[in-house]
């Protein structure tokens, strides 16, 4: 067992930025100041991209159906904001808010800070599953059930060859999603190989980089609820998480069932990752390194760390989703901006805490 399995890594790790006060004050510090930044981005986004209009319309926009009042904008200004960046903005905000949170219990509940939905293979199986749709041409909901399908299937593989190769340990687990990623990504070479070249493989290949462009009402209809579901599952497993986040040994001694609890965990975070890769493609890193940024504000407290890293990853996303789509005329894949920023930000952390980790 590494000496993170504890938290006493950890808290040491983290012991020079979360200061002198207390946990419970900068979870509530954070939270209303996160909930404050993300709804002031959520204007600013309304307001960027090739359609121009201020904030203070687009808000005059999404407010008349409640407050009424004479309309001042014009039809194609209510089109942009209600069927172009509504969808693409809660996109940004559920499909960030997930990964981050998919990371965040995979993270604890194995107990390892390398643990990510996209090292675990989620994210590639997922991936995989949606281009197969995309290979078939079935409809969007079908390959959505093909991506959440075949996410599951990679965590369950990568799960076993940990379990059967190196009795469940951390190392083992990491090594055989490496194993499970590269299996899938080969799946995926091979789809693009036999694809039509003039609109399939077009389509797989952009869809793989990562994009909210093409998020549309019904595609949240139909992600939204059981993305909720899930993490309400693991919200309500939080005192669970926290026990065995702390060692196997504890978990038994205060009767929590470690199989049954990961089982739950395992599903939930790969339902919500998978989900995510269905309507965004892969946007990696957000499930790796948020969780850090969490731990370093609120500690590894699940029952904050939970609600901290979904703030987190839903403001980082719509960061980026911003960026892309208003820095040059040409939008920029979101894989490419995140693995860009996150890179050498996760180098930064693991220079850092490798003492702890190693």
Known sequence: MNRSSDGSGVRSLYAPVLGTISSEQRWVVASCGLTLLLSALVLVSFSVGR???????????????????????TATMDTVVWQVRLPRIAGAIVVGAALASAGAAYQSVFRNPLVSPAILGVSQGAAFGASLGIFLRVPWATMQLFGVGFGLLATTLT??????????????????????????????????YFADPLDTLPSITFWLMGSLGRVGNRDLALIIGPTLLAFAALYAM???????????????????????????????????????????????????????????????????????????????????DTLARSVTSVELPLGVLTALIGAPFFLVVLSQA???WL
């Open 159 to 192: 799960v076993m060859i940990a379990r059967e190769l190196g009795r469940g340990s951390a190392v083992t687990l990491v090594l055989g999603g490496i194993v499970v990623t590269s299996m899938f990504a080969a799946f995926i070479a091979i789809l693009q």
């Open 51 to 73: 359609y121009s209009m201020t904030a203070g319309q687009a808000f005059e926009i999404l407010v008349h159906p409640a407050v009424g009042g004479d309309r001042t904008w």
């Open 238 to 320: 939080r005192w669970q998480i926290n026990v065995l986040s702390a060692g196997g040994e504890e978990a038994q001694a205060l009767g929590v069932n470690e199989r049954n609890v990961r089982a739950v965990v395992i599903v939930s975070a790969t339902v919500m990752t998978a989900l995510a890769v269905s309507v965004s493609g892969i946007i990696g890193w957000i499930g790796l390194i948020i969780p850090h940024i969490a731990r370093m504000i609120v500690g590894p407290n699940f029952h904050r760390l939970l609600p901290v890293s979904a703030l987190l990853g839903a403001t980082f996303l719509l960061s980026v």
């Open 354 to 356: 490798r003492r702890q």
